[in-house]
């Protein structure tokens, strides 16, 4: 079963920066996509970034231009890379990975979550 961690969330104020880093493990399965999402006080949860295991990537409007994220396949880790951040980007950021299981007639995705690492950013 994957299991996803996150750390690097804290506390920053705004235009600073924050890295957060997920690591995957525990599943003999192959990691497709991997992403960040984030969660808002009173909010629904919204993407921020995904990235595919080929390395194409997709971002949220609110976020292009200030967050990057990569990937590490060797190490089974995903990052996000967070500038100039903003008191809008304030929430819990959830790892989120998912994998394809089942032979090529009868495939199916199974999606994975981390805990959640807060981010808090002060005007």
């Known amino acids: 079963q994957l299991q996803l961690v996150e750390s690097g969330g804290g506390l920053v104020q705004a235009g600073g920066s924050l890295r957060l880093s997920c690591a995957a493990s525990g599943s003999r399965f192959e990691i497709n996509d991997m992403g960040w999402y984030r969660q808002a006080p009173g909010k629904q949860r919204e993407l921020v970034a995904d990235?595919?295991?080929?390395?194409?990537?997709n971002y949220a409007g609110s976020v292009k231009g200030r967050f990057t994220i990569s990937r590490d396949n060797a190490r089974k880790m995903v990052y996000l890379q967070m500038n100039s951040l903003k008191p809008d980007d304030t929430a819990v950021y959830y790892c989120?990975?998912?994998?394809?299981?089942?032979?090529?007639?009868?495939?199916?995705?199974?999606?994975?979550w981390g805990q959640g690492t807060q981010v808090t950013v002060s005007s």
């Open positions: 989120y990975a998912n994998q394809v299981r089942g032979p090529v007639e009868r495939q199916f995705t199974v999606d994975f």
């Open positions: 990235i595919t295991s080929g390395g194409g990537t």
